[in-house]
């Protein structure tokens, strides 16, 4: 990612700064993915109100969380600057000052090292950033608690990666296949027989998100989609993305412009069921069949909804991106530059989220009793896939402006994938000590073999909500906080901003706790008592230790 180059006497490599457009826009396309498309269900069931509240509190959330975990890396700085008796400080007496001379923060400066203090060269000016290698959460894991818990930090780091990849994959290449019956009439994927008079090949015609449900097909698939999403992203893992900050942009571009195009479409098919009735004779006939025995017809709720629990893990792993934040944080200029890049990430992609949320929650819902011809999945890329049907299009297709931002969005998600597989990869090679080869086929080839072999299972929206709850939530939220409080007392840096660390951090676990408990059990007496349980014991982590 940064430049190796050197020059001659003895002058250090030059160095790479991202500034704070590129911070935000690689962030916030890590963000983007899978997660995004469960969310008018998941509105439907928090209620709007809580909904709205519920995304607030995610990006305040991750913003302290990314607060506190550059923080935590760029105090390294002054930590082993007064171990190496270096002078540091004059960073803010000589160095600030000149960026004001050399250029915008906004410029992806090169320069070269001269503080004599730090390595040696007396031309330029050094800028010190925190080392990747010690400073990103498996290198702060090693620091605080040492190289075994080193070890669990980086399986774990695998495992988030891993999770965030799966998830990117299936949506992938479930998109690609929804797209080719749109356009084509049909797709068609390789499966085992279901019967002795059936085939290898299993086609179908329904466009959906789910294209293969219902169609008799296996559950174990290699789809037309899965095989060009397979090719696709392993090839642009050739390719040092961040290096491409252009791409990085346009995909950005691709998904705001995706997302305004599918709340305004999601809002007309709404106003266009309020309008011929559709969903006013439908809560009149449901009623009369209540009264006779029959279901009564869920309405949207606006304050509370039905399931208003099992909407913390999919809200949790729209957030779930700050285990990739180090890389970026690492190659910002200034610390302020980082931590205010990640914040107005999460603000921009929680407006995003709410916006979809919100006004799809309606169509979502009128999925779900029934009232829209053809629709089976409350997935809002089957929510646009659906709008012919509601809006009179040619054969209930919906229009080609449609399809076309269905694959501006795609787009914008297959880039992360080999972020991910990369990430998962080096990991596990320079900090599980897992050899290269083995490395590779758990971090790249693994996981297609995993999409081929649930694409046609129920797993999606099961996989997103407790992978969001059991290892996204924790490795994500709860850890980076637990190393800023710990390498605060490593590194002598204890402050009042420990306390208020250590509040937040308990809170954090004990909810996550608490809301998988309540998923397990669907009891709120269990989940409140480890609330307390988790809360008092995880009050002063540091103290612990």
Request: hydrophobic share 45%; aromatic share 8%; charged share 10%.
């Amino acid at each position: 990612m940064t430049s190796t180059s050197t020059n001659g006497g003895g002058a250090l490599p030059p160095q790479k700064f991202l500034p704070y457009a590129a911070i935000l826009t690689l962030a916030a396309n890590t963000m983007n993915g899978p997660g995004i498309t469960t969310l008018p269900d998941v509105a439907v069931d928090a209620g709007l109100f809580l909904y709205v509240i519920l995304i607030t509190g995610s990006v305040a959330m991750a913003s302290y969380v990314c607060r506190r975990m550059v923080f935590a890396m760029w105090s390294s700085l002054k930590s082993y600057g007064k171990a190496a008796d270096t002078e540091l400080g004059t960073y803010h007496d000589v160095v600030e000052p000149n960026l004001t001379k050399g250029g915008s923060e906004e410029d992806s400066l090169l320069l070269h090292n001269g503080n004599p203090n730090l390595n040696g060269g007396d031309n330029s000016v050094a800028y010190p950033q925190p080392k990747l290698e010690t400073t990103s959460i498996v290198g702060q894991s090693v620091e605080a608690y040492g190289k075994k818990a080193g070890v669990y930090a980086a399986l774990t780091m695998v495992a988030s990666a891993l999770c965030l990849a799966l998830a990117q994959m299936m949506l992938c290449a479930a998109i690609l296949d929804g797209m080719l019956v749109s356009t084509t009439g049909q797709s068609c994927a390789l499966g085992l027989p279901t019967s002795s008079s059936s085939s290898w090949i299993h086609c179908t015609s329904h466009s959906s998100m789910k294209p293969y449900a219902g169609s008799g097909a296996p559950t174990s698939l290699i789809s037309v989609g899965t095989v060009i999403a397979a090719v696709f992203s392993v090839g642009m893992g050739t390719v040092d993305l961040d290096e491409m900050m252009g791409v990085q942009y346009s995909l950005f571009a691709c998904l705001i412009i995706s997302c305004v195009r599918f709340a305004y479409v999601l809002r007309k098919m709404s106003l266009g069921l309020s309008d011929e009735g559709e969903m006013m004779d439908m809560t009149a006939a449901a009623t009369e069949e209540g009264s006779v025995g029959g279901e009564e017809e869920e309405s949207l709720s606006w304050f509370v909804g039905p399931n208003p629990f099992s909407t913390v893990g999919p809200i949790m792993f729209n957030f779930a991106f700050v285990v990739t934040a180090p890389p970026l944080v690492s190659l910002a200029k200034k610390e302020s530059i980082a931590y205010k890049a990640l914040g107005m990430a999460c603000v921009a992609m929680g407006v995003l989220y709410t916006m979809v949320g919100c006004v799809g929650a309606p169509v979502a819902n009128a999925v779900r009793n029934g009232l829209i011809e053809g629709g089976d999945d409350t997935n809002l890329l089957s929510l646009i896939l659906l709008s012919g049907n509601v809006e009179g299009g040619a054969d209930g297709r919906p229009s080609m402006i449609d399809l076309f931002c269905i694959g501006t969005f795609g787009l914008s998600t297959v880039a992360s994938v080999p972020v991910y597989c990369l990430l998962a990869k080096d990991t596990l090679v320079n900090d599980a000590g897992v050899a290269r080869m083995p490395a590779f086929l758990l971090s790249n080839v693994l996981p297609w073999l995993l999409v081929a072999l649930t694409y046609n299972a129920a797993f999606f929206e099961a996989f997103v909500n407790w992978s969001g709850l059991l290892i996204l939530g924790y490795s994500n939220f709860s850890l980076p906080l637990l190393l800023d409080v710990k390498l605060k007392k490593v590194r002598s840096l204890l402050g009042e901003e420990g306390s208020i660390t250590s509040v937040v951090f308990s809170f954090l676990t004990a909810s996550i706790s608490a809301v998988i408990a309540i998923s397990i059990t669907n009891s709120l007496a269990i989940a409140g008592l480890l609330f307390g349980a988790v809360m008092i014991a995880s009050m002063w982590p540091s103290q612990r230790n």
